[in-house]
């Protein structure tokens, strides 16, 4: 129940001005209800595409396309978060964290289905052939097995109960982050502009971690 | 006690007597170009310089496959064409807008009796148009049958008369930022380059084509003059060509300079030689979502082609 209503105040007619004390909508909140309309707008064009017919002749492939496009884009954004709280000193940020893995995860699931589907059309023995012959493909799937534990491990249970493991495990997440962006590189055939792009913005980001942990071995100077 | 002294104006910034005296225009200029801009709208939304126009005097040709002709609309919004946008899709349409495909010159040159330059409609008069329904198989493992309407490459060359040393033909796409806009990027190394041995150019079934669905070829798709090989691969059909030479060895043609490992000089339609990356044993006749063919030998123009390359080792020469 939102804070703002109460058996006191619900039966009355409520203005704003009546309790200027209790401000009603947290940042965080915004932010977060602005995230999830910002990822899941790409998985409703994509179904509006779908049902406009819209989505070129090739649907297959451009679905394939845009779903990795868009699960390494939340990737990213989910290893934005630490920087973005250690540069603005806004702690409470890291409660979309999660939020960002997860949608990652969930375009990595529509990823995954488009490979088996549209590409392989349930065909076991070519995915399986994909999956030994081509690095691009094992890479790709290793990023998604990596976002898949991860995935189960998000729940506060499993932070409970992993204690100090969890932190060790959800490091994996960086690995998953070059894997990702390895997977696209891989796969384009000229014109590597865009991984570059991708690859570019993970290396400030892993590179900020770096930078970071590599200052606090040093020995305080006075 | 500091007083400034006010700068004198730099003679930089008077504007000239003409410029100040015509600055309604100046500013009537900007807000059209405002308007305009407005109502024009996307890029994508402007008319295409070259506009849907029939071809005149049509033959059929008997080497036309009866497989129904892929939508037109397909065919035009779904192509390769790195000089306008990287990778298949719509891009090619959308950035051919202001292509112009006149006056387009043509050279013919190297081992050959008569080289020549000609202007695009002089070097066609002599041929009639023929319609090639053709499928069109593209090494990214999806395919279209396309009603081609052109000339056989064989014509040609016998006009011009190769010497005994030509054993190749070379072919060269326009490089010209001007209406090519990527090639202003290096997403391949310009201008695109094709090659075929003389005997796959003078085969019946080569086709040097200037349409498709009876119309004039549009840009994306290679105006205004294209090589069509039905048995290859789609990147040995190079687009707006301006120049084709004669050679005595294989020239290196574009995708192969750019990765030697996954494209070959003869890139024959083959389900049985995988690219590095995918399958070739299937195959998307578009529009599909999914593999819904079965890639054939020489894309089902084996009877006519294998001939061409019987004794060769194809996993080889991929």
Redesign the interface.
């Known amino acids: 129940m939102p804070g703002w209503t109460s058996a006191a105040t619900s039966d009355r007619p409520q203005t704003v001005t009546a309790r200027p004390a209790r401000r009603v909508v947290k940042t965080i909140t915004l932010v977060k209800a602005a995230l999830w309309v910002a990822a899941l707008t790409p998985a409703a064009l994509l179904v509006r595409g779908f049902f406009r017919n819209d989505l ?8 394939t396309d845009q779903t990795g496009t868009w699960m390494l884009a939340c990737l990213m954004a989910s290893l934005s978060v630490t920087p973005i709280r250690r540069l603005t000193g806004w702690n409470e940020i890291i409660k979309v964290r999660r939020l960002l893995g997860l949608f990652a995860f969930f375009y990595g699931v529509q990823h995954l289905l488009t490979w088996i ?5 349930f065909d076991v023995g ?1 995915m399986a ?2 999956l030994a012959k ?1 690095p ?1 493909i094992t890479i790709g799937m290793a990023a998604w097995l990596i976002l898949f534990v991860l995935t189960l491990t998000s729940n506060r249970m499993a932070v409970r109960k992993l204690g100090r493991r969890w932190q060790t495990l959800h490091r994996w997440v960086y690995v998953a982050g070059v894997a990702g962006v390895l997977h696209f590189w ?2 384009v ?3 590597t ?1 865009e991984p570059l792009r991708w690859a570019a913005g993970l290396s400030v980001l892993l590179g900020l971690r770096v930078w970071w942990a590599w200052r606090k071995r040093q020995p305080l100077r006075s | 006690m500091l007083i400034k002294k006010a700068p004198d104006i730099r003679s930089s910034e008077i504007t000239p007597k003409d410029i100040y005296l015509r600055r309604r225009e100046f500013i009537q200029g900007s807000a059209a170009a405002l308007v305009g801009a407005g109502l024009a709208g996307w890029p994508g939304d402007a008319e295409a310089q070259i506009p849907r126009t029939k071809l005149p005097d049509v033959k059929k040709s008997p080497l036309s496959t009866t497989e129904t002709p892929s939508e037109y609309e397909y065919v035009t919004s779904y192509n390769n064409f790195y000089e306008f946008a990287s990778g298949a899709g719509d891009g090619p349409k959308a950035n051919s807008k202001s292509f112009k495909n006149r006056p387009w010159t043509l050279a013919i040159e190297g081992l050959v009796a008569k080289p020549a330059t000609y202007q695009l409609d002089d070097f066609l008069k002599p041929y009639a148009l023929e319609e090639r329904v053709y499928r069109m198989r593209c090494v990214e493992a999806w395919s279209f049958v396309i009603p081609w309407v052109g000339i056989p490459l064989a014509e040609v060359i016998k006009k011009v008369e190769p010497t005994s040393k030509a054993k190749y033909v070379e072919f060269q796409t326009l490089h010209d930022v001007a209406r090519f806009p990527a090639q202003r990027t290096n997403s391949l190394d310009w201008p695109y380059i094709e090659g075929l041995r003389l005997d796959e150019a003078m085969h019946p079934l080569t086709l040097l084509a200037v349409g498709i669905y009876g119309e004039v070829l549009p840009a994306q798709n290679g105006a205004p003059i294209r090589l069509v090989v039905p048995w290859k691969y789609g990147f040995k059909g190079v687009k707006s060509i301006v120049k084709m030479r004669f050679v005595e060895t294989q020239p290196r043609n574009t995708w192969q300079i750019m990765s030697p490992r996954e494209y070959g000089f003869y890139a024959n339609v083959n389900p049985m030689v995988d690219h590095p990356r995918w399958s070739q044993a299937r195959e998307r006749r578009l529009p599909s979502f999914v593999p819904n063919r079965r890639t054939e030998m020489f894309n089902g123009y084996a009877d006519q082609v294998q001939s061409l390359y019987a004794g060769m080792d194809l996993r080889r020469n991929f």
Request: charged share 25%; net charge negative; aromatic share 20%.
């Open positions: 070129t002749a090739n649907p297959g492939d451009y679905l589907v549209f590409v392989h059309y070519f052939e994909d081509r691009y891989l796969l055939r000229a014109d502009s």
